[in-house]
């Protein structure tokens, strides 16, 4: 059996009782009305691409030496896997001194720090099961017990808290160390004579003997989801949280566990009617009332809980135009949102598709920031892919700790990290093969829709193994110098991305980036790889 990496969770300690109530006043936009968050332009108009930097300055991640740390799992062939053993969800703690995965048999597992070594290197801390296969009876539907979603809750004392969830159930987990003792001085020795000679009893010694991490359910979420969850988000209030099945939102209170509030409800009174349905939910990073969510057709709604109970009425919603032209069969399904991401401030979206990833501005709705394109070269091959399902792969994104980077992965076990300006695309590749990574880079500036190019063009920058120096691009630090081997590069990478050689059974679904550092978290597979610029 694979042991996956995980984290312990965060501790929690949430006493007071949830209360809602009424909104004060109708609020038309949250983004308008709270001053915490910068007013839209007065026009909405689109940002300059040729605009500075969104976020920071110097290097971006993107611009950056990666290089392969550590890897955990199974080292066997694609074909040997156990599907109990792949990995399902990936999360670092708001620390990233701790790392959790969950797989399809309903396992959670811990990793933590190992601050003793330098560079970025996890162990193992522990193991458990969070969930069990179940079956309904009332519907004759088996629940399986994969993982779909871990969260951490903000660590309060020495115990850790988290929530894991498989299609139904929703668990809050404790995990902490437990110290044993054993007994080590008593009235009788081993014979059962009586120890001490004359003296009187001699009262039994308890002493440290080893410590132990404990995991215990402290809540169970249950019975509120009739359709499967995808998603689950804390609170910055740090007391409630939000689920997200397909055509319902609920509100929960961490304390509370046989109460929930529905909040978002898109289930029409006829399913024949029913023409889109709920993929992705997050709450905003800041403002407790705000939390967006992301529908199949491909729009990003945003609702303010201060407006009323129930959240039937977006506040914005973010969407771009589609060319009637150029619409097909796949149309929709290609324009399905998997994933959805606030930056740290709040101030900017990060979606992904299955051909794209787009980062919108809270104040413009009307189209994205940027469009970088990840699927492109597969537009031939829909057909193929919705054969196979494939086309149907949620990848997951995700930001940077600084808000400078953009992660999400592909096919052939490929990561593409780019940064905000969508102006550097560094590719890595998890090869489970030796326990090696490949890296490529290429330093093209995107083209003037936004998008990047699929493929790496000659004549950029080369191909780095793990513990090579390696740069995105002429000019930025580490880049390949003149005599460096970029045509073979180039060929490397075209082979390895094209269509017929790609490997479909391999895929970056789920990833996490270090809260603090450079560092990521990839599930390939079964197998868990730690990359970091440290």
């Known amino acids: 059996m694979a042991v996956l990496l995980t984290d312990t969770p965060a501790a929690m300690d949430t006493s007071e009782p949830m209360h809602t109530d009424p909104p004060s006043q109708s609020l038309t936009s949250p983004i308008e009305t709270d001053p915490r968050v910068a007013p839209p332009s007065a026009s909405d108009a689109p940002i300059d691409d040729d605009s500075q930097p969104m976020m920071g300055l110097g290097a971006s991640p993107a611009e950056l030496t990666w290089k392969f740390a550590q890897c955990f799992g199974d080292k066997g062939e694609i074909e040997e896997i156990t599907e109990a053993d792949i990995i399902s969800a990936v999360e670092f703690d708001h620390t990233g001194d701790y790392l959790a995965t969950g797989d399809k048999g309903g396992r959670v597992v811990l990793f933590e720090r190992n601050k003793s070594k330098k560079g970025c290197e996890y162990k193992f801390y522990t193991e458990f099961q969070s969930h069990e296969p179940e079956f309904d009876y009332l519907k004759s539907l088996e629940i399986e017990e994969k993982i779909n979603k871990i969260r951490w809750v903000p660590r309060q004392n020495q115990a850790h808290f988290l929530l894991s969830t498989n299609d139904k159930t929703i668990k809050l987990w404790k995990v902490f160390e437990k110290s044993l003792k054993m007994v080590a001085e008593t009235n009788l020795n081993p014979n059962g004579k009586k120890n001490g000679g004359g003296r009187g009893l001699i009262l039994p010694m308890m002493q440290h003997q080893d410590t132990m991490v404990a995991a215990i359910p402290r809540r169970t979420y249950a019975n509120a989801h009739a359709?499967?969850?995808?998603?689950?988000?804390?609170n910055s209030d740090g007391e409630t949280y939000i689920s997200a099945d397909d055509l319902r939102i609920n509100l929960w209170n961490l304390n509370i566990s046989d109460q929930s509030f529905n909040i978002v409800d898109i289930k029409p009174a006829n399913m024949e009617e029913l023409t889109e349905v709920i993929t992705a939910a997050e709450f905003h990073p800041q403002h407790c009332n705000l939390f967006m969510y992301s529908i199949s057709k491909g729009a990003i709604k945003l609702a303010d809980m201060r407006e009323a109970a129930l959240c039937d009425r977006y506040t914005k919603v973010f969407d771009e135009d589609e060319d009637a032209s150029s619409k097909s069969f796949f149309t929709e399904i290609i324009a399905s949102i998997s994933d959805i991401k606030f930056s740290n401030d709040g101030r900017y979206i990060l979606s992904r598709d299955y051909l794209t990833l787009k980062v919108w501005d809270m104040r413009m709705e009307n189209k994205p920031l940027k469009t970088i394109s990840i699927h492109d070269h597969l537009r031939s091959k829909l057909c193929?892919?919705?054969?196979?399902?494939?086309?149907?792969?949620?990848?997951?994104?995700?930001?940077?700790?600084?808000?400078?980077?953009?992660?999400?992965?592909?096919?052939?076990?490929?990561?593409?990290?780019?940064?905000?300006?969508?102006?550097?695309?560094?590719?890595?590749?998890?090869?489970?093969?030796?326990?090696?990574?490949?890296?490529?880079?290429?330093?093209?500036?995107?083209?003037?829709?936004?998008?990047?190019?699929?493929?790496?063009?000659?004549?950029?920058?080369?191909?780095?193994?793990?513990?090579?120096?390696?740069?995105?691009?002429?000019?930025?630090?580490?880049?390949?110098?003149?005599?460096?081997?970029?045509?073979?590069?180039?060929?490397?990478?075209?082979?390895?991305?094209?269509?017929?050689?790609?490997?479909?059974?391999?895929?970056?679904?789920?990833?996490?980036?270090?809260?603090?550092?450079?560092?990521?978290?990839?599930?390939?597979?079964?197998?868990?790889?730690?990359?970091?610029?440290?």
């Not at 086309?391 to 905000?420: A, P, Q």
């Not at 789920?510 to 730690?530: D, G, K, Q």
């Open 227 to 234: 359709y499967h969850i995808n998603s689950i988000s804390l």
């Open 384 to 534: 193929d892919l919705y054969e196979n399902d494939c086309i149907f792969d949620k990848f997951e994104c995700t930001w940077s700790g600084d808000g400078r980077g953009l992660m999400t992965g592909s096919y052939n076990n490929f990561l593409h990290i780019f940064d905000v300006n969508g102006q550097y695309d560094c590719l890595l590749q998890a090869d489970k093969s030796a326990f090696k990574s490949r890296k490529f880079s290429y330093g093209q500036p995107p083209s003037p829709g936004g998008t990047t190019p699929p493929a790496m063009p000659p004549g950029s920058a080369g191909m780095a193994t793990p513990g090579m120096s390696q740069g995105n691009a002429p000019g930025t630090p580490g880049a390949t110098g003149p005599g460096s081997n970029t045509a073979a590069a180039a060929a490397a990478f075209a082979a390895a991305s094209s269509v017929h050689t790609l490997d479909f059974n391999k895929k970056i679904l789920h990833a996490s980036w270090h809260p603090r550092e450079n560092s990521l978290a990839v599930a390939a597979t079964n197998n868990l790889f730690i990359f970091s610029t440290l």
